[in-house]
């Protein structure tokens, strides 16, 4: 694993002042995921993304993915197809000492629930499906099982110290083909009032939060490499470490 210096500890403090309240105790990073959905129907691919709502105390009024924080019993819920075998394995490295597979697949999970509550794409196979969990009760209404083995894990980053909230967030893509049911009304949750399908470069013109933005740089990097996002790509970690925030490469 190669790592890049990119800023200073004072210097993300002042950029990221702009996403969200800085200060809080000491805490540990939750894991959290992200999925950031890509749509190639009209040539250019484009990313959805939506715009958090005012009040919410973790970056309120900035455009983001849909993407959360992980319950472990996600890990719990039955699955059309599992996670690719290399991106599992690029999940579980990453997941440090405390990997294992129902956790990497609760992980992945948790971006496809919030992508549901948030945006109302249920991603999936057309299937009956049934479950106990009132979080996932809305794909057994509809038909649809969940999978996972489109999924691409694309980076990994981890929310600096001195913020309200800290979050150990994986950012996933998969493209919009890979959705088997789209709600008219959008998710269940308030969470995103609007949502934007945008080109990359016109993505980057939203309010969006400097993670986000890194987050856009290094997704159209790797489809310029590899346009079809096929596994085995190269994954950036960001983390601060030694009072400097750096870029990994697994």
Known sequence: MTTKHIMTRAEVDKAESK?????GKPMRPRDAATLIMLDRS??????????????????PGKFVFPGGRT???????????????????????????????TRAKAIAMSAVRETYEEAGLLIGKKAPFSTNRPAWEGFAQAGVTPSL????????????????????????SIWRDEVAVELADGGPTNELQELVWLPLPQAR????????????????????????LEPGTPVPYFRMLHGRFVRATL
């Open 71 to 101: 319950d472990p019993h996600d890990g719990q819920i039955a699955v059309a197809t599992g996670l690719h075998p290399e991106e599992e394995r690029k999940l579980l490295t990453l997941a440090g000492s405390r990997a294992n597979a």
């Open 205 to 228: 013109d939203l309010d969006i939060p400097m993670i986000t933005r890194t987050i856009l740089d290094e997704l159209e990097k790797q489809l310029a490499a590899n346009p079809d």
């Open 149 to 172: 083995s489109e999924m691409r894990l694309v980076a990994r980053a981890v929310t600096p110290p001195g913020r309200v909230r800290r979050f150990d967030t994986r950012f996933f």
């Open 42 to 59: 009209n040539g250019k691919p484009h990313v959805l993304l939506g715009k958090r709502h005012e009040k919410h105390a973790f970056m």
């Open 19 to 23: 996403d969200f309240a800085l200060g």
